[in-house]
C-alpha cells in the first residue's frame, strides 16, 4: 500500500470518525427542541477539530512508521498517484458543486439557517468521502 494510499484511508477514517460523533451530537436533538435551540455550533467546530486533529496525527503516525518516507525513498508520488488524487478531487469536487447549489437554493427558499449550515457541513464531508472514496478505488484498480 502506497503512502498517498495511506494517508486516503486516515483522511477517510478521520472524516467518517468526526461526521459520526457530530451527528451523534446533533440528531437527536432535531425535532425535540425547536431549530433556534439546537446547539450545533460548537459541536460543528469540535467535529473540525477532531478531523484536523485525526488527520495529522494519522500522517505523522505513517511517516514515522513507513521506512520508505524515513529513508526519504519512494514518498514522491508518481504519476498514478498524481493521476488517482486528480481524478477523486474532480469528483469531489462535483459533489460539493451539488452541495453549494443546493445550500443555494435553501437561501432562495429562505430555509431556517439550521437546515443550511447542515447542508453545507455535512454535505461537504460527504463530497470528502466520495473523493477518497473514488482515489482508493482507483489504486486498487476498481476506477
Known amino acids: 500500500m502506497s503512502f498517498m494510499e495511506k494517508i486516503n ?5 478521520g472524516g467518517v ?12 436533538q432535531i425535532g425535540q427542541v425547536p431549530l433556534d435551540d439546537v446547539a450545533w455550533k460548537w459541536p460543528m467546530a469540535i467535529a473540525m477539530g477532531i478531523f484536523i486533529v485525526l488527520l495529522v ?17 519512494g514518498i514522491i508520488d508518481d504519476e498514478r498517484d498524481r493521476d488517482i488524487e486528480r481524478r477523486g478531487d474532480a469528483w469531489g469536487g462535483h459533489a460539493m458543486h451539488a452541495v453549494a447549489f443546493a445550500a443555494l437554493v435553501m437561501l432562495v427558499l429562505d430555509v431556517h439557517s ?10 461537504g464531508m460527504l ?9 482508493l478505488f482507483a489504486y486498487r484498480g476498481e476506477v
Not at 484511508?9 to 477514517?13: D, F, K, N, Q, R
Open 9 to 13: 484511508l486516515a483522511a477517510l477514517a
Open 17 to 28: 470518525l468526526a461526521l459520526g460523533w457530530y451527528l451523534v451530537r446533533i440528531v437527536p
Open 57 to 73: 496525527i494519522s500522517a505523522v503516525r505513517m511517516a514515522i512508521s513507513d521506512p520508505a518516507v524515513r529513508k526519504a525513498d
Open 114 to 123: 439550521f437546515w443550511i449550515a447542515q447542508t453545507l457541513f455535512v454535505g
Open 127 to 135: 463530497a470528502g468521502v466520495v473523493s477518497i472514496g473514488v482515489k
